[in-house]
Structure formats: C-alpha cells, structure tokens
C-alpha cells in the first residue's frame, strides 16, 4: 500500500450515539482500497457514543471531561499512525466519500486540502455573518484565502498541525487557526466543493455565546496573523487626526489644545504596540 494514500481519520464527537455508528461505517463502506484507520474521540459524552463508535469498528480516544472541539482534534492527532490525517464530524454532516476526493485533490501537490461548503448546501444561518466578516478579515491580512475557512472536513500533514499546536485554540475556532496559520507560512492549500447535510442526533450546542466567540476569534486572528495591518491603519488615524485638531485650533486660536496632543501621543503608542505584536506573534508562531 503506497505510504501517502495512508490516512488517520479524526473524528470528534460530543453526545454523538445516535449518528457516530453511522459516520464510521459509510467510512468502512466507501473506503476499499485505501490503507486506513479511524479514531473518534470521544469528549466526554454522557450517552453511548464510545460503544456506538467501537462497535462500528473505530479507534476511541476518552477524555474524562468535555475539552472542547479542538482539544478533541488534538488528541485524535497525536493517536493517529499514519502521515496525513483527515478529520470530519461526528454528527452525518460530511459524506465519507468526499474522503477519496480529498485525497485526489491531494495527490496534486497540495500540503493541505479542504472541504469547502457550497452555499446552497445546510448551514446554519446565524453563523454565515460571523464567516462572512472572518473571511473578508482574513483576505485583508493574508491576502487570498479558502471560501470556508472553518469547514470541518480537511486533510493535511500529522506533523504541520503538530507544528501549530503551541497556537491553536481547545475550541471551535481550531479548524480557522490552523488555515491561516498554514496560509501564513505559505503552504499550498487546495479546497474541494462539498455538500453538507443537517446534522444527526442531537441540536447543535452553538448558542449566542458563539456570536461573541467569533468576534473574539476575529480579534485573534488579527492579533496573531499580521497585527500591523490593524494598528498602523489606527495609528495614522489617531495621528492625523490630532495633527488635523491641533493645525485647526493653531490658527484659530493660537493654541495646540491638550487633546490634540494626546491624540497624536496615542496614535505614536498604538504604532509602537502594532510593532511589538507583530514580533511577539511572529516568535509565537515560531516565524
């Protein structure tokens, strides 16, 4: 069996016993000859998701308590064997046989490859804005960028996301790190269109709070990719415009105003902030 074609399949579940069975053997089903193994890790369910997934025939990895979304990757990550790891839901939202078009895309020379939602396909409708602003964020401080940067059906190298765990987040935001930071060190990345379906089981536990998460990832995601971008704007502005104040009432009235001085004093701060940020970020993702 040819080593690159071997894949370890993650998949996270949460309270997942009435789809997990059936996500692991649509895999067994559509995967006949790929080398192959599935790990499901199962984040602290209270129902029957760990016998449910061993029963289908997956690998499962216990965490006593729930860790979150990305903490489960994680563990699923280090278990894995093989080279290239694949990850998708637990919930009967991704087909399995988008696996063996990922990997074909794949097989083109890309280090990773995603899965990317086709609009007309189920999503959830309050999370569209939080996407929509992330991206467009994203394509300003990375330049061009994937359509779905969070979609949780994706393959890429064992090794390059163990690169970045020092930076990526226990929670539902892991997935968006990991494609910015991989777009960040310019590693090549290739998308596929998928459909995704409602999902099994259990209503989604996204909630209002997740609204604040995204704005909160969205800060991060400046702050970590390319904060200059976001401070040397805000700088400038505050700068001018204290200079702006300060000419105004110079000649009108003779006189700098303190505030104008403070505005500019601000915006010389703001820029020295973006300067150290950028290297603070850049030791943090190890650049």
Known sequence: MEQSRAISIVIPAFNEETGIAEVVRSIHEYLKDIEYEIIVVNDGSTDGTAVAAEAAGAQVVNHRTNKGYGASVKSGIRRAGYDWIVILDGDGQHDAID????????EEGFDAVIGSRDPSSFQYASRKWGKTLLRRLAEYLLGPCPDDLNSGLRIFRKQDAIHYFPILPNGFSLSTTLTLAMLKDAFELGTIPIQAHPRQGRRSTVKMKDGFQTFLLILRVAALFNPLKVFVPIS????SLGGLYGVV????????????????LTGVVVFFFGILSDQLSSMRRGG
């Open 99 to 106: 696996i063996q078009r990922l990997l074909d895309k794949k």
């Open 236 to 239: 400038l502005f505050l700068f």
């Open 249 to 264: 009432n110079l000649w009108r009235e003779f006189n700098i105003p303190d505030g104008a001085v403070l505005l500019m």
